[in-house]
C-alpha cells in the first residue's frame, strides 16, 4: 500500500512535494508552509499541523529537523 504523498503551494501556484524538502533553507520554503498552522519553532525542529479531525483531537502533522536553518529529514505523523 502507497502512502499519500503532501504537496505544498505558495501564493502564487508553485508547487513542492514533500520529499523536495530535503536539503532546503527554511527561508525558501516558509512561503509553501504558511497557511499551516506552527505547533512548534526551535532551532533544531518545526513542527506544522497540516490537517485537523474529529474536533481537533486526531492531527495530521509535518515535523521538520533542521541543521543550521536547513531541513536534513522530515516525518508526517498521522
Not at 12 to 30: C, P, T, V
Not at 41 to 70: A, P, Q, W
Request: hydrophobic share 35%; aromatic share 16%.
Amino acid at each position: 500500500m502507497k502512502s499519500k504523498r503532501y504537496y505544498f503551494h505558495d501564493k502564487n501556484h508553485n508547487i513542492i512535494s514533500e520529499d523536495q524538502l530535503i536539503g532546503k533553507k527554511m527561508d525558501d520554503i516558509e512561503c509553501f508552509l504558511i497557511e499551516y498552522k506552527v505547533q512548534k519553532l526551535h532551532t533544531n525542529e518545526r513542527v506544522f499541523i497540516l490537517k485537523k479531525s474529529f474536533f481537533g483531537i486526531f492531527k495530521t502533522k509535518l515535523h521538520l529537523y533542521l541543521t543550521e536553518d536547513t531541513v536534513y529529514d522530515y516525518v508526517i505523523q498521522k
